[in-house]
């Protein structure tokens, strides 16, 4: 799936989690959505869901994943 003007901020395995870094960003003003690039047709799901953003804000977007998200 390719979506164009849009930049990959996050992945994770984990979908609360990118669900949180959603949350997060459009708390900050900045649009994201979630991209689920799981397999649903196995019972234990391989891959990864991703944040991605309008281009014109990745800055701003790394900025506050790298600096004010932390998962333990």
């Known amino acids: 799936m390719s979506m164009k003007g849009w930049t990959l ?36 799901s391989h891959g990864q869901v991703e944040v991605l953003v309008p281009d014109e804000q990745i800055s701003n977007a790394e900025n506050i994943v790298k600096n004010e998200i932390t998962f333990r």
């Open 9 to 44: 901020v996050y992945k994770t395995p984990i979908h609360s989690r990118a669900e949180i870094v959603k949350g997060l960003l459009s708390d900050r003003d900045i649009e994201a959505v979630i991209v689920n690039k799981k397999d649903s047709t196995v019972h234990f």
